[in-house]
């Protein structure tokens, strides 16, 4: 098979009908934070135990193709000795890894970001692929207000999104490309779409410019929604016709999918807006979930530590609601039936 193949190959396995991907990339200091709120002692050994509880959820590969990884826990090793990849990968999930090393505060642009992580990638890449990741990810970081994101800031960070694609795919790894324009402030959801749309339009430039094949690629954007503090929010309805007109005017045919991030939605909203678009119907991509909290964040809340069955229980059931979204047969009712654990 050539490289292209390969990284064509792993693209739409990412994507795959009825398939999202699980994202537990969070740093060690999003980790401890999150442990925090359940009073939960973050520790190397009570971060790898909770991320094994998820990869051994009975039955998790049905609905979750691959795993976002952050870089301590892809070097680790499950309780009795099995590496953590070989964990996934018998549970039919491919490891995948973040590869940037976070948003920093962008010189000259009070209250921007641009990411880094450049330094050294490539060694970083082989490393990994070694390692035994099949894909990556890089997240660029857009906060909004009626000043902000600059120019200055989407072009850096489109560039920055372009040269971490282009190295990645030189190691066979594909990149997943993931400008997020945050949920944080009072902006109503147009003036989220104008953005969306000006960072979507400058990452393709980008990626094309510097030679990613787009093939091997998954976009992973947030929808096109208004700000937490905003009084007035958008109906599902309304976020899913933003997004797809957002995403058909900038995103090219040629990349095989989309997954969501969810961005601090709960797991019910960004399934229900995920089912509309879905619906919306007649993509040129394949349109899935990529999320982090949406998935994770009733299961994190159940194990406080221990109670492994039945947060593997609480993650197996948003994955399957998230299933259902990404296959527009998401639906309320579908909530209430399988959080009988019977069901899962
Ligand atoms: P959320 O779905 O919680 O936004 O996390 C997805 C992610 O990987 C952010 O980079």
């Known amino acids: ?13 990412m994507v795959a009908p009825g398939k999202g991907i699980l994202a537990v990339d969070e740093s060690t200091a999003t980790c401890t934070k999150r442990f925090a709120e359940f009073g939960i002692e973050s520790t190397e050994t009570s971060r790898r135990d909770y991320r094994e509880m998820m990869f051994r959820a009975p039955g998790i590969g049905e609905y979750v193709s691959g795993a976002i990884l952050y870089d301590e826990t892809i070097r680790q090793h499950a309780a ?10 018998d549970a039919g999930v491919m490891p995948g890894i973040k590869v940037d090393t976070g948003a920093k505060p962008l010189a000259g642009a009070p209250g921007e970001t641009i990411t880094e992580g450049l330094d050294g990638l490539r060694k970083r890449l082989a490393e990994y692929r070694e ?29 920055a999104l372009g040269r971490y694609a282009a ?42 410019a510097q030679r990613v094949l787009l093939e091997g690629v998954v976009l992973k954007p947030n929808m096109v929604i208004a700000g937490r ?45 995920l089912d509309a678009m879905v619906r919306g119907g007649d993509l040129p991509w394949e349109l899935t979930y990529s999320f982090g909290r949406a998935l994770q964040q009733p299961a994190l809340q159940i194990w406080g530590g221990s109670h492994v069955a039945e947060a593997q229980v609480a993650l197996l ?28």
Not at 80 to 89: E, R
Not at 142 to 158: F, M, Q
Not at 327 to 336: C, P, V
């Open 80 to 89: 009795d000795g099995t590496p953590i990849v070989d964990v996934l990968n």
């Open 229 to 273: 503090d905003c009084p007035e929010q958008a109906t599902s309805d309304e976020i899913a016709e933003l997004t797809l007109k957002t995403l058909r005017d900038c995103v090219p045919a040629e990349v095989p999918g989309i997954a969501f991030l969810s961005g601090g939605q709960t797991g019910e909203e960004a399934c229900t807006n």
């Open 131 to 159: 390692i035994g990741a099949r894909f990556t990810k890089w997240r660029a970081v857009l906060r909004v207000s009626a000043e902000i994101p600059s120019r200055y800031c989407i072009e850096t960070n489109a560039h």
């Open 317 to 344: 059931h948003r994955a399957r609601m998230s299933s259902l979204a990404r296959s527009g047969r998401y639906a309320a009712g579908e909530e209430l039936a399988s959080t009988d654990s019977s069901q899962v």
């Open 167 to 208: 190295l990645a795919q030189e190691a066979g790894l594909v990149p997943i490309v993931e400008p997020e324009v945050l949920m944080d402030g009072d902006h109503d959801v147009q003036r989220c779409r104008v953005v969306t749309e000006q960072m979507l339009r400058s990452t393709f430039e980008q990626l094309s």
């Open 1 to 13: 098979m050539t490289s292209n193949e390969t990284l064509i190959g792993t693209a739409r396995a």
